[in-house]
């Protein structure tokens, strides 16, 4: 099946930087990509589309400017965390859509802890 | 706006019972998926469905979707304590992406 990895797995960082999150397609090409934000025990929210080669779509509530998003080749989206907060502290988890329709590969997602 | 409603949001049981989870919407989906996340991991889709009245069957676990396909269930057999974790099931939306329920999370105790 289908294979997506995020990096790094896990991250611990001060107040005020930022950190990017990597997500890849291992074997396959996705132009579209997805990423999730999930607190404990709760589902996945949605917080943007990534498209490759075009500007991502942002669900409502999402600010752009906090966490921007770039999809520069067919295997590879990026999540930057911008100015992190200690609420930023999050499981971030993205997926990957694969040849079925609405078919998504999920990454094994990023623990990020904000000090 | 689509909405996936899915109950129970916490279930604990003891090994050998059987559970049923359930995805209601009163929007229609072109295919559902179930997935199960185990903690500090990314969702593993265990089944998808497509056809309403659709019923299929991974071992011990069994899933239906609707005749009209808004809804669907997830039912286990003769639970055990691996099967503990998180269930999700996700609707496929008029726009391409995953409207997800609320998430089940079953404890089976040994």
Redesign the interface.
């Known amino acids: 099946g289908a294979v997506v990895s995020q990096h790094p797995s896990r991250v611990i960082c001060k107040s005020g930087t930022s950190v990017k999150i990597e997500c890849r397609s291992l074997d396959f090409q996705a132009t579209t990509m997805f990423w999730y934000r999930q607190f404990p025990k709760q589902s996945l929210m949605l917080m943007a589309t990534s498209n490759e080669g075009s500007k991502a779509t942002y669900e409502q509530g999402v600010e752009k400017d906090k966490f921007l998003i770039n999809h520069a080749s067919l295997t590879l989206s990026t999540l930057t965390v911008t100015s992190a907060h200690p609420e930023d502290s999050s499981f971030y988890i993205c997926s990957a859509l694969g040849g079925s329709p609405n078919e998504q590969f999920f990454g094994p997602g990023t623990r990020l802890t904000v000090l | 706006t689509q909405l996936l409603e ?1 109950s129970p949001q916490f279930l604990s049981i003891q090994e050998g019972e059987n559970l049923t989870v359930y995805c209601n919407s009163s929007s229609v989906f ?2 559902l998926q179930w ?1 199960r996340q185990e903690p ?6 265990l089944v ?1 469905v497509v056809t309403g009245g659709e019923v299929k069957k991974l071992k011990r676990l069994t899933f239906q979707f609707g005749d009209a396909r808004k809804d669907s269930s997830l039912h286990i057999t003769a639970a055990q304590p691996g099967d503990t974790g ?1 269930y ?1 099931c996700a609707g ?1 939306g008029n726009t ?3 409207i ?4 089940t ?1 079953l404890q089976v105790k040994p």
């Open positions: 899915q072109s295919s997935y500090g991991e990314g969702p593993v889709l998808t998180l999700l496929a391409g992406k995953l997800f329920g609320q998430g999370t």
